[in-house]
Antibody
Framework: QVQLVESGGGVVQPGRSLRLSCAAS????????MHWVRQAPGKGLEWVSV????????YYADAVKGRFTISRDNSENTLYLQMNSLRAEDTAVYYC??????????????WGQGTLVTVFS | DIQMTQSPSSLSASVGDRVTITCRAS??????LAWFQQTPGKAPKSLIY???SLQSGVPSKFSGSGSGTDFTLTISSLQPEDFATYYC?????????FGGGTKLEIK
């Protein structure tokens, strides 16, 4: 069965960096695009970033562009999110999500359990 | 960016009821619309894609409809486990965007 397990969250000071990981299993990781979605405490869902199956294409939300970098290691079945210059407003639970395909469009099917990032001075 | 507006933001209903949640896109998104369910402290769960197609394993009590800019999620015969927050999302173009959520509570 598909499993997505995030790790790497924690408490960090503003301006510092953190790298999140998402370990994937139960499917052919190298065949699917992957996303990061976050949820601030008590708030709704916010899409963060996507990476194509081979890592050649990446897109970011304006709120994180230039500070966050998405990457993947298909040999290790792992997705990453490098977060630099962290701000208080980046405090959230970060979820990784797998996409799947239908009629040339891509949508989410599976989500990880999330990892909490707290940016606090 | 495409804005997604859900209504109502909260809804009270009783076990056994049928409810409908509405989602409106700020521009035509064809049928590139998904619905998710989230219970407190848990990850979102994918329910519907392509506006009306059920994800594998999702019971038929959930149904979606619409295209273009106006969409609905209907849940029939509410059970205690259905009381959760529901989100719509467009995936026509990046950045993907979510509606603000509809919290479904027990009356």
């Amino acid at each position: 069965q598909v499993q997505l397990v995030e790790s790497g969250g924690g408490v960090v000071q503003p301006g510092r960096s953190l790298r999140l990981s998402c370990a994937a299993s139960g499917f052919t990781f190298s065949s699917y695009g992957m996303h990061w979605v976050r949820q601030a405490p008590g708030k709704g869902l916010e899409w963060v970033s996507v990476i194509s199956y081979d890592g050649s294409n990446k897109y970011y939300a304006d709120a994180v562009k230039g500070r966050f970098t998405i990457s993947r290691d298909n040999s290790e079945n792992t997705l990453y999110l490098q977060m630099n210059s962290l701000r208080a407003e980046d405090t959230a639970v970060y979820y990784c999500a797998k996409e799947t395909y239908s009629r040339s469009s891509a949508y989410f099917d599976y989500w990880g359990q999330g990892t909490l990032v707290t940016v606090f001075s | 960016d495409i804005q997604m507006t859900q209504s109502p933001s909260s809804l009270s209903a009783s076990v056994g009821d049928r409810v409908t949640i509405t989602c409106r896109a700020s521009q035509d998104i064809n049928s590139y619309l998904a619905w998710f369910q989230q219970t407190p402290g848990k990850a979102p769960k994918s329910l519907i894609y392509a506006a009306s197609s059920l994800q594998s394993g999702v019971p038929s009590k959930f149904s979606g409809s619409g295209s273009g800019t106006d969409f609905t999620l209907t849940i029939s015969s509410l059970q205690p486990e259905d009381f959760a927050t529901y989100y719509c999302q467009q995936y026509k173009s990046y950045p993907f965007t979510f509606g603000g959520g509809t919290k479904l509570e027990i009356k």
